[in-house]
């Protein structure tokens, strides 16, 4: 991307022309055109022309890093091929510094390969760029006002001291702030943003100030999700706070005004196939009293793509229970194991790399004094383990939906976990990844290979890049390389999908390396400097007036000795 600045990419077309301009016919000649990677590769031919051609229709310089030595490497190895022996490489570049990374690591270039440095950069650069910008991917409705931060650096040989950012919402203006770095490199700006309705948002962080616009803006995106709607069955309902089962959890879920969740609390007796249809989660606590007909409707609302999380008590009979959810139940409910009043059992193991954990990955110090005894399904995945080895958490995938059984109660009666500072992210977290899958990276660097359906399962996807042309995918898994900056929209069965492609941040750094430096590194000892047209004509020319000079020297001292002989001569004959 640093070719962009200013005319250096005419510069390096015309030097490269000029190069051309000097070739003979016969010569051959390949080109490489590249930036971390080869993007355009001409083999050796004698069809100057072609390859004459190739160059001027390259309209502009890329948007990826660059990086110098496996391209070397590719022209040492096209050079390899040549029938000449007079061999050269000719590297045209600004000579970033953040290319010449392995440039250590002791390769060089095959002896007699000649290399030439052309540093076609500007002398003088000057530029601000967004580094970074840190903004929510993922959010709830009614969720708080958002803050975006974005850090605002100078780079280039001349410091830029203001400036100005800005941040749009879908297409609009949402604020802007004045940037004065004074004395300082850098900068961090905080935005804060409403993010009201449902939906994906587009967002644009935008420097102005500088002379170099390609890498001023920085994009991202914003999902707002609809609230998850939670159906608490109360098994052991009270007026008495202290001994209603979903009293903790209830607390839990919607105690503030800000929460994630959609609260609605019934008794199993209300508990109906419609019902359930209503909610995205239900919760089963200490629920031991269901019909027939109700298990049923839990059964089939599983296997259609609901989530259900189930936390027994001392209400729930384990043969009723094996029997009514056995097809779903991600384990076997064995025996209530209820400990002495000074015996307790604690979380010894825990699944680091699951979602729900992941965030918790600390110390659990709440005491379990009751638990069921479970024996796992062979499908199902143990994400908690209590200090005796028997499961605490257990996992399955049923149907389109899944099912989350907890060992123990969700209030006091078995345990203080309620009373844990952990209890409250672990239910959301649960709730979260019941309900919602996980969040799936959306934002990328120019250069990022990924695809544009990563679960494999799409029929149909369809897409469009930063420019708004269409995307050809050239596979069957939809695996694009991101080129440009700006927003990719892909619709894969006829759900609309964007991915936000930003420029990499040392592209924006303009310190440059000195041709020397790269021509030490990997210039081969045993290669002889080969000589221009111009040199070689005047070494051919001194060779061939070497004789003559040879001989004007021996025809002078011929002269020489005839004189002195004559001068001799003459005063013996006096």
């Known amino acids: 991307m640093s070719m962009q600045y200013g005319d250096t990419f005419e510069r390096a077309k015309n030097e490269e022309l000029d190069i051309l301009g000097d070739m003979t016919s016969g010569d051959e000649v390949g080109l490489i055109g590249f930036s971390d990677r080869s993007e355009l590769v001409r083999e050796l031919d004698t069809d100057i022309d072609s390859v004459r051609s190739a160059i001027t229709e390259i309209e502009q310089a890329g948007f990826g890093a660059t990086r110098y030595m496996p391209n070397l490497r590719l022209a040492d190895q096209l050079l390899e091929g040549s ?24 390769w060089k270039l095959s002896p007699g390969v000649a290399f030439t440095g052309i540093d076609v950069g500007e002398e003088e650069s000057s530029n601000l760029v967004l580094t970074d910008v840190r903004s929510p991917e993922q959010l709830l409705e009614d969720a708080t006002e958002q803050q975006i931060l974005a850090r605002v650096r100078t780079t280039g040989t001349l410091y830029l001291a203001q400036g100005e950012v800005s941040l749009s919402i879908d297409g609009q203006m949402v604020d802007r702030v004045q940037v004065d770095l004074g004395e300082r490199s850098e900068e961090v700006v905080n935005f804060t943003a409403e993010f009201d309705l449902e939906g994906t948002h587009e967002g644009e962080v935008r420097i102005s100030g500088d002379d170099f616009s390609v890498d001023n803006s920085y994009f991202f995106t914003v999902d707002v999700l609809p609230k998850i709607r939670v159906l608490l069955v109360n098994g052991e309902a009270s007026e008495n706070w202290f001994d209603d089962e979903g009293h903790w959890f209830g607390l839990a879920v ?25 909610n995205d989660v239900v919760a089963l606590l200490n629920v031991g009293d269901l019909s027939s007909s109700q298990a049923v409707a839990i059964n089939n609302y ?8 189930v936390a027994p008590g001392d209400r729930v009979n384990q043969e009723l229970y094996n029997r009514q959810f056995g097809d779903i139940s991600p384990a076997i409910l064995q025996n209530l194991d209820l400990l002495s009043r000074d ?14 954990l992941r965030p918790l990955d600390t110390d659990w110090s709440a005491r379990f004094q009751g638990h069921w005894s479970m024996l796992p399904h062979e499908e199902a995945d143990v994400l908690m383990q209590f200090d005796n080895t028997e499961p605490a958490l257990v996992e399955r995938k049923v149907g389109d939906g899944s099912v989350m059984l907890f060992a123990s109660a969700m209030d006091l009666e078995w345990n203080n976990l309620p009373l844990q500072g952990l209890f409250l992210p672990f239910v959301h977290q649960t709730l979260r990844h019941l309900v919602q899958p996980e969040t799936k990276q959306r934002s990328y660097q120019v250069g990022d290979v990924f695809s544009l359906e990563p679960s494999g399962e799409a029929t149909s996807v369809t897409a469009t890049d930063a420019r708004g042309d269409n995307i050809n995918f050239s596979n069957d898994e939809f695996v694009i390389t991101a ?5 990719i929209t892909a619709e894969v069965d006829g759900e609309v999908i964007r991915y936000a492609v930003n420029v990499l941040p040392e592209e924006s750094n303009f310190a440059r390396t000195a041709v020397a430096t790269i021509y030490d590194a990997i210039i081969n000892p045993d290669t002889n400097p080969i000589q221009s047209r111009e040199v070689q004509t005047a070494q051919l020319i001194e060779e061939l007036e070497r004789p003559q000079r040879l001989w004007w020297w021996i025809l002078s001292l011929v002269m020489l000795l005839v004189i002195v002989e004559a001068v001799i001569a003459n005063r013996t004959y006096r």
């Open 483 to 487: 080129t440009t900056p700006g927003l």
């Open 254 to 278: 919607s105690s503030t005004e800000e929460s994630p969740f959609q609260l609605d609390t019934i008794e199993p007796a209300a508990l109906s196939a419609a019902v359930l249809r209503q």
């Open 83 to 106: 029938r000449y022996e007079n061999r050269a490489v000719y590297l045209i570049s600004d000579f970033q510094e953040a290319g010449i990374q392995d440039i250590n690591e002791g």
């Open 302 to 309: 599983v296997q259609n793509g609901g989530a259900l999380l």
């Open 343 to 356: 015996d307790y059992l604690v979380i010894a193991d825990f699944d680091r790399r699951h979602p729900i």
